[in-house]
């Protein structure tokens, strides 16, 4: 029997992000109290559509729209000018944030947001990243050093670590060209401790210890719900290395991310477009370089919700299907998107890969490899436009494409989503 506590549920991406996370946590959070970000930081644009509206998040949790409490995990990498932005936003449409962010979370400084540009212009192999200061970040995380933390934010050393850090990185700085010279360090330093002190000060309030918070919260039976952001082929560990984001976006990360014990970690749900979308460099096997992949795009409005680029569209891939079905222990796979493969004739869906003449199940670790892999396609009928959002409104050809999804991942289909609108959800079992 499986562990866990039944009040805990985990939405975490199957793919290269962008899969709809933000409209299945929004849908599953009417049943939850807590709704919590676990890994990355604005890089995440998750959107949200009820009636006429439209919610673009980058920071707070997709629960916010439905009123829950919210909580900005220890794992993430927080930009403080963004998110002030995003509660100014929420509040002018009149919803008061119930917002607890992590003492333990990373602040994203300017510094982190010009080396994320300057290293993408220096490097051989481009990464792509959205140019929001993650991996910067993360890196001096981990670089322990020359990081700061909300803890620091709002305590009085803010200062002394703000001028501490610049004049430790001020080499680095100048060889970048944030800064003319070694002696303008004091002066930047000067103007970002002025400019972080009024964020520190509005952030006050939310700021407190979300773990010790969250961890109360289980023990008295609150339902918390877990949102992950990117996917876990973009997870700094089990992705498509080095064309990945700096954080652990497997369901995994919400133990580190959010400091909950394996054992409190309940059911596991993985959202998976009914086709592949990836934006950013690095490999794609499955991608479609011809008319139907531009068809797929428009039709999906497959376009960035953070940076706006176009994003690569492709078959859906098994292969990276079953890696995220064994990485994250999934039970259950949200299939989004699936109206948008309404009318477009036949489908091919991936089922393995030929690398060098071998045929491979298992997504290789070796991204040489990954480069070199060939789609194995298995062409599937399609099926028409349909309307509708109970289960008997899905076409014949529609169900017989997530039978063969469950039987290739061995993992079912729990729920299957067929447009942006919150309603346009089609519950098959829970
Ligand atoms: P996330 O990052 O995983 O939250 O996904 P994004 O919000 O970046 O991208 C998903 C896009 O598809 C958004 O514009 C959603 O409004 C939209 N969307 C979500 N589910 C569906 C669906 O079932 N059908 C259609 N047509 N659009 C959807
Ligand atoms: P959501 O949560 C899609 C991609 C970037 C780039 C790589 C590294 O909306 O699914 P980074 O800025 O993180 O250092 O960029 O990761 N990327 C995403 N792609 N959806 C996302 O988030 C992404 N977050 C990062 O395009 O290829
Ligand atoms: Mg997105």
Redesign the pocket.
Known sequence: MKAGNSNTLVVV?CQW???????VVDFLARDFDIVVRYNGGNN??????IGDE?Y?FHLLP?GSIQGKRIVIGNGMAVDPKVLIGEIETLKAKGIDPKLYVSDRAHVIMPYHRLLDLSGEKKSESKLGTTQRGIGPTYAGKVNRIQALRMADLVNGEMREKIRSIVRSKAAELVESGIIKSKQGAEDYAGEMIKEYSEYADKLRPYITDTVYMLNGEIGKGSKVLFEG?Q?TMLDVDHGTYPYVTSSNSVAGGVCTGAGIGPGRIGKILG?AKAYTTRVGEGPFPSEINDKKGDMIREK??EY???TGRPRRCGWLDLVVLRHAGMINGLDGIVL?????LSGIGKIKVCTSYRIDGKVVRNFPAYIKEVEKAEPVYEELDGWPEFKGTRKEDLPENARKYMDFIERETGVPVTMV????SRE?MIVINQ
């Open positions: 991406g992000g962008d899969e709809g996370k933000g409209k995440a644009g998750h959107t949200v559509v439209k673009k997709s952001a996917g959202v999906g409005k960035g919700t953070t989004s998107k699936l109206d948008v989503s067929v447009g942006e346009q």
